[in-house]
């Protein structure tokens, strides 16, 4: 129990285009989801947090007009990286947490963007 | 605000070594601490878990004991394998299902 799937597993676009990536609980309801970026050799720095239905929560730094979350359901939430540029390029993860008191996340398989 | 220290890397152990991953924290009430694994190209999966004081988790041979009184969770396997080569990351959850992530050790074990 407890998977959390992404899609698309890696994505490579242009400098200036839009790229969504779906993050989804598959066996169980999550009204919180976390967004992560890893870079190479580095931490999961986590970008925002994304309620259900209602405007996701921002990390310092993080800019919200081009990073874009929608959690639209209980099981899935959608990261759009808007004009995208090659500094973009990274590791995208997301996380969803089953309320079972340990605050415990259970992580997606990752996305992989590269911006040309 | 919280934070996790953890033993820098990488470790590069022989097989059937034993491992030792250090992990120390700074937090304030009584937060879940965890240990991911992340294999190449790939997420982080959840390894083990222990939720309060003198809690043990373990999972796949890998062990970590919250220990309150030092502030530690050190991970530890009696015999490596090849197949456990990966970086782990200690972390911790102190409620709202917010964690806060070392800085991950890479592990190589050589056959």
């Known amino acids: 129990g407890a998977v959390v799937s992404q899609h698309p597993s890696w994505v490579i676009c242009k400098s200036g285009t839009s790229v969504k990536i779906e993050c989804r609980s598959l066996?169980?309801?999550?009204?919180?989801m976390f967004w992560y970026r890893q870079f190479p050799k580095q931490s999961l720095m986590l970008m925002a947090t994304?309620?259900?239905?209602?405007?996701?929560?921002?990390e310092q730094g993080v800019e919200k007009d081009k990073f874009l979350i929608n959690h639209a359901s209980l099981t899935l939430s959608t990261l759009t990286v808007t004009s995208a540029h090659p500094e973009d390029s990274s590791f995208y993860i997301c996380?969803?947490?089953?309320?079972?008191?340990?605050?415990?996340?259970?992580f997606g398989p990752g996305t992989r963007l590269t911006v040309l | 605000g919280d934070s996790v220290t953890q033993m820098e890397g990488p470790v590069t152990l022989s097989e059937e070594a034993f491992l030792t991953i250090n992990c120390t924290y700074t937090?304030?009430?009584?937060?879940?601490l965890f240990w991911y694994v992340q294999y190449p190209g790939e997420g982080l999966q959840l390894l083990l878990k222990?939720?309060?004081?003198?809690d043990k988790g373990s999972n796949k041979g890998f062990e970590a004991t919250y220990r309150k009184e030092t502030t530690s969770f050190h991970l530890e396997k009696g015999s490596v394998q090849v197949s456990d080569s990966a970086v782990y990351f200690c972390?911790?959850?102190?409620?709202?299902?917010?964690?806060?992530f070392g800085t991950g050790t890479k592990l190589q074990v050589i056959p």
């Open positions: 972390a911790l959850s102190g409620g709202y299902q917010k964690v806060t």
């Open positions: 222990a939720t309060k004081a003198d």
């Open positions: 937090a304030t009430g009584y937060p879940s």
């Open positions: 066996d169980f309801q999550a009204t919180t």
């Open positions: 994304s309620n259900e239905g209602s405007k996701a929560t921002y």
């Open positions: 996380s969803a947490g089953v309320r079972d008191g340990t605050d415990t996340q259970y």
